[in-house]
């Protein structure tokens, strides 16, 4: 994996930002070390996991990959927003 030179803190979790720069931060870290991004799609649905494949510079949007399971990849797509942890 490409190194950014962007450090996380070990753990984010209980961490939250409304800067559009420090989620860029974070995004682009993840992405670089390869590290999974999950949602929760629906109440007894399979979660969502994969990596982050693209995110795009005027921060609309990112590209995750397929998931494992083409029903919870399915389900994903269907709906207009989703939050990813």
Do not use: N
């Not at 682009?28 to 949602?39: H, I, K, T």
């Not at 990112?62 to 083409?70: L, Q, S």
């Amino acid at each position: 994996m490409a190194q950014s030179g962007t450090r996380l803190p070990p753990s984010a979790t209980g961490l939250l930002s409304k800067s559009p720069y420090e989620i860029m931060r974070v995004l682009v870290a993840l992405r670089d070390r390869g590290e999974a991004v999950y949602a929760q799609l629906e109440s007894g649905r399979p979660t969502f996991s994969s990596r982050l494949v693209w995110i795009d510079p005027q921060m609309q949007f990112i590209v995750v990959a397929r998931g494992t399971d083409p029903a919870t990849d399915a389900a994903l797509l269907a709906r207009p927003r989703c939050v990813f942890a």
